[in-house]
């Protein structure tokens, strides 16, 4: 019996220890999972933190990207206004014949170091995903052809011959589709501009087809053929990389960033289609781009940039106009572009006065600057319109003309209230129309973007 017992508390002693053994080690491994829940956490906590600040950082730098492009934008610009404003009023005096040919590369070398500005900022844009496409009725063949015609002098200059030739959809010589016309025109240009700077002889021609594909959309292809000096095999694997050219002695030769191509490319993938090139040395070049479109109504004809009705409604009655521009050479391009109308101008500098001169004079339209002193053109603009909404007062057109001519900032200014916006550096037509269509009652001034024809 005795025996029994102690073999029973022997065995309880034995289980006892062996829990405690177990119950220390489940202790353990407890503190362990703590510890490693709470490394685990911490880990996390860092890694969150450290994703958060490198994405705080990323955001500061885009932003910070963002800011010095847009300033660099708005600094060469203003100079490029007065450059080539004064070369435009200086071209409608009389000159000499080796005077024009001076006036004519002063504007020329103007317009191709806005021409850099752009593209760099295109590139910008697409490269952080924010370059925006828009979708509007346009005619395409109408805008084909208004490119064209831009080209002929150019064409013709060089002995070239040049044709056009239109299929499938477009062979009725009207084809209204939704597509961002002004895209769609930045590389039709480019590509002709391309053909027309490598080729010295023989012919350059465009023809354009739109056939159905899927769901409904169409294939709109646009392609130029050159008979220049062409590309071997290596050299085209180039031509669709940023700030690449094909040969060295093209830049010395032609000159250029080496960034058309790149942003032609990108403008027509974002656009659902594409942009490639068949070529043979000494054999010429065949670039096709393609666009995913679908069809639209004919939209109403607004007047552009082509419009020559511009002076006629300007000039149908003396307007007032109030101008607010705080630089000197500005005010001198505007004077310039002004002055075949007979319009009633008031001058003011700065957004205070423009405010007190549209309460004092009622202007019909008021052509504004943004970055002005002491109150500038978008605070100016917010006030007018809150004071016409308090005071019932009819709608003033107000056009913002500026430098600052990034799509976001143009976004900002049409949301702020005004009704249109015109870049600098000026160009006189555009102006003209623009301010045309603000004062003509049946269009009215708010708009959508120009629409084509």
């Known amino acids: ?70 300033t660099m934008s708005h600094e060469i610009r203003t100079p490029l206004n007065g450059v080539l404003g004064m070369a435009s009023a200086l071209a409608d005096t009389a000159l000499a014949e080796g005077q024009s040919q001076i006036l004519g590369v002063l504007r020329e070398s103007g317009q191709l170091l806005l021409n850099i500005v752009d593209d760099i900022l295109d590139l910008s844009k697409i490269e952080e995903g924010k370059l925006e496409l828009e979708r509007l009725p346009t005619d395409v063949v109408a805008l084909m052809e208004l490119v064209c015609r831009q080209f002929k002098p150019r064409i013709e200059a060089k002995g070239l011959s040049f044709t056009t030739l239109y299929g499938g959809e477009l062979a009725a010589g009207v084809a209204w589709v939704n597509i961002d016309p002004t895209r769609f025109q930045q590389v039709l240009t480019n590509l002709l501009s391309n053909a027309v700077k490598f080729t010295d002889a023989g012919a350059i021609a465009l023809s354009a087809s739109m056939e159905p594909a899927r769901n409904g959309a169409f294939l709109l292809s646009v392609t130029v053929r050159d008979t220049g000096v062409g590309l071997s095999a290596q050299q085209a694997d180039r031509l669709f990389e940023p700030y690449m050219q094909a040969d060295a002695s093209i830049h010395r030769s032609h000159g250029g960033t080496g960034l058309g191509l790149a942003i032609a490319r990108q403008i027509c993938e974002r656009m659902g289609g594409t942009l490639t090139c068949r070529s043979a040395e000494g054999d010429g070049s065949e670039f096709c781009a393609t666009f995913q479109v679908a069809r639209a109504e004919p939209a109403q004809k607004l007047p552009d940039a082509q419009d020559d009705n511009a002076l006629e409604i300007l000039n149908a009655r003396r307007w007032k106009v109030l101008v607010a521009e705080d630089n000197r050479t500005n005010r001198m391009v505007l004077h310039h ?51 016409e909404q308090a005071s019932g007062r009819e709608a003033v057109p107000i056009i913002a003309v500026s430098a600052n001519a990034l799509v976001h900032q143009i976004k900002s200014y049409l949301a702020s209230g005004m009704s249109d916006h015109v870049a600098k550096p000026i160009r006189k037509q555009k102006l003209l129309s623009v301010m045309a269509r603000a004062l003509r009652p049946e269009v009215g001034p708010k708009r959508k973007p120009t629409l084509y024809p």
């Open 1 to 70: 019996m005795r025996a029994e017992l102690a073999r029973e508390r022997a065995l309880r002693e034995e289980l006892e220890e062996t829990v405690q053994r177990k119950s220390q080690s489940l202790r353990r491994a407890n503190a362990s999972l703590v510890s490693l829940a709470r490394q685990v956490d911490r880990m996390v906590k860092e890694r969150t933190e450290d994703l958060a600040r490198d994405r705080a950082e990323a955001e500061a730098e885009s932003a910070a990207k963002t800011q010095f492009l847009a």
């Open 337 to 387: 572009i002004l002055r075949e109308c007979d319009l009633d101008l008031h001058w003011v500098d700065n957004g205070e006065e423009a405010v007190k001169a549209w309460r004092r004079e009622r202007p019909d339209l008021v052509l504004m600057d943004v970055n002005m002193p002491l109150l500038d053109g978008v605070s100016a603009t917010a006030l007018i319109r809150q004071e």
